[in-house]
């Protein structure tokens, strides 16, 4: 099992930047893929961005060249620095850890609101 405790959200102006940490339990090496989704209301939950245990990223069309996803394997925490932030940038961001056999765990959520 993996628990996946997030932090880092909040409210900032459009423009402006935030980075949310996510700290799994386990070494983060072991996990196959890390990422962050999120969910505004309405919408599907979407993926943001996403690195694999061997360093790999992946991210949405729609924040690429503003955010980025980095890892600090010693403290076991990935990071979503999130630049240029956007109103429709406002969601709940969910980190995401995905193991050997494909099971998913889940971070409790943390909400980013960006006010125009």
């Known amino acids: 099992q993996v628990q996946l405790v997030e932090s880092g959200g909040g409210l900032v102006q459009a423009g402006g930047s935030l980075r949310l940490s996510c700290a799994a339990s386990r070494y983060i090496l072991s996990i196959n893929l890390m990422g962050w989704y999120r969910r505004t209301p309405g919408k599907q939950r979407e993926l943001v961005a996403a690195i694999t245990s061997e360093g790999s990223t992946n991210y949405a069309d729609s924040v690429k060249g503003r955010f980025i996803i980095s890892r600090d394997i010693a403290k076991n925490t990935v990071y979503l620095q999130m630049n240029s932030l956007k109103p429709e940038d406002t969601a709940v961001y969910y980190c995401?850890?995905?193991?050997?056999?494909?099971?998913?765990?889940w971070g409790q959520g943390t909400q980013v609101t960006v006010s125009s």
């Open positions: 995401i850890g995905r193991v050997t056999g494909g099971t998913n765990y």
